[in-house]
């Protein structure tokens, strides 16, 4: 009996690693108080958020209100587990083991929190421009790559931390990444056409293109692929990559469009009124604020009717529609002429048939 009571002690003193019951009672206590202070804290920070993201305090104190109100159970879990091992003396090899578990944990928040200042930062540059497009269209791109090479990073500090020689690493991952880089041109080739987009800023959201065969507005620029919405409805999604190799036409930064109309009169119009007629379509044009009025002249004598050729633009038609212009310019165009009593020409021809005067046909 006293042999069985002392295998079951030696094996409770083995599981305990010879620490007694005590000290692990009081590590634990310790821990959990720690990470309910913790958390505890942290809910009380982001409480009271609202008060610091005020435009009114300073950008760090907002900062670090958005990081605090956003920390992880890992965080606390990892400066409790780094309490308790400070209170317990662990043998050498649980030592380390813990150790590296707290240093893993720490990255892996300070990977979170880097990600999140990545945001906030975005997120005010987003607020102060307002509704800039061009912006808002490189926003999820740069905040994608900046992920990248923050967790890049902080997996090689903690491979280094962990004794890894990471110099050899590097020299065999960069190996490796010419074999993947081969395996994978397609996706790299439309990531690296999306930074291209987001850098040179060909275009952006809400602008008009015309990419090939393809008309639409851009409602969503992506890392692999860009979006466009036609006329008719219907969602056009195109490679970012095909995009850069194809002839973009980008409508959505015209300062001023042109509009050319032909009016036709007939042949019987007196010539009074077809002197007077260029003026009177440019003091139309004139009437709308939004059209810049450039010529009109006589431009030919058709085979059944005098050709007038009206110019003008249309300034910022990003924002004054084009059609609704010309048609308010037609509709006074329309009423001036009927005021005129001057005709409009439409396609005729004469038939000659024998023995009967010519017949003119419409």
Not at 37 to 61: C, E, F, G, Q, V
Not at 239 to 263: C, E, M, P, Y
Request: charged residues 20%.
């Amino acid at each position: 009996m006293n042999e069985f009571l002392a295998r079951k002690f030696g094996a409770l003193k083995a599981l305990l690693l010879g620490i007694p019951p005590t000290e692990w009672l009081l590590a634990g206590i310790v821990g959990v108080v720690v990470w309910a202070a913790l958390w505890i804290l942290r809910d009380l920070i982001a409480s009271h958020y609202r008060k610091y993201s005020s435009a009114r305090n300073p950008t760090l104190i907002r900062l670090l209100a958005y990081l605090i109100g956003n920390t992880t159970q890992i965080f606390f879990l990892a400066v409790a587990l780094d309490v308790v091992q400070e209170i317990l003396t662990l043998p050498d090899r649980v030592q380390h083991l813990a150790s590296n578990t707290v240093m893993i944990l720490i990255l892996i928040q300070v990977g979170l929190w880097a990600g999140r200042a990545v945001r906030f930062y975005l997120e005010m540059k987003e607020l102060e421009r307002g509704a800039d497009r061009v912006f808002a269209g490189s926003l999820d791109i740069i905040s994608f790559v900046a992920r990248i090479l923050i967790w890049a990073l902080l997996i090689l500090l903690a491979l280094d931390n962990l004794g890894v020689n990471i110099t050899a690493l590097l020299a065999g991952l960069g190996v490796g990444g010419v074999a993947v880089a081969l395996a994978l041109q397609n996706v790299l080739g439309d990531l690296f056409a999306s930074l291209s987009i987001a850098l040179d800023k060909p275009f952006v959201i809400g602008d008009n293109l015309t990419i090939d065969a393809f008309v639409g507005k851009v409602e969503h620029i992506g890392i692999k692929t860009t979006r466009l919405r036609s006329e008719s409805g219907e969602q056009i999604i195109l490679s970012n990559a095909d995009i850069l190799k194809s002839r973009v036409r980008n409508f959505g930064r015209l300062a001023q469009q042109r509009i050319l109309a032909t009016i036709r009169l007939t042949y019987d119009t007196p010539s009074d009124k077809l002197k007077a007629l260029p003026k009177l379509l440019e003091n139309i044009v004139r009437e709308h604020a939004q059209a810049r009025f450039e010529r009109c002249h006589l431009k030919s004598l058709g085979e059944s009717s005098f050709q007038f050729e009206l110019s003008y633009f249309v300034q910022q038609p990003s924002v004054n529609p084009m059609l609704d212009l010309q048609q308010a310019v037609n509709f006074r165009i329309i009423d001036e002429l009927r005021r005129l009593g001057v005709d409009f020409a439409y396609p005729a021809q004469l038939v000659l048939i024998d023995g009967q005067r010519p017949a003119l046909e419409r």
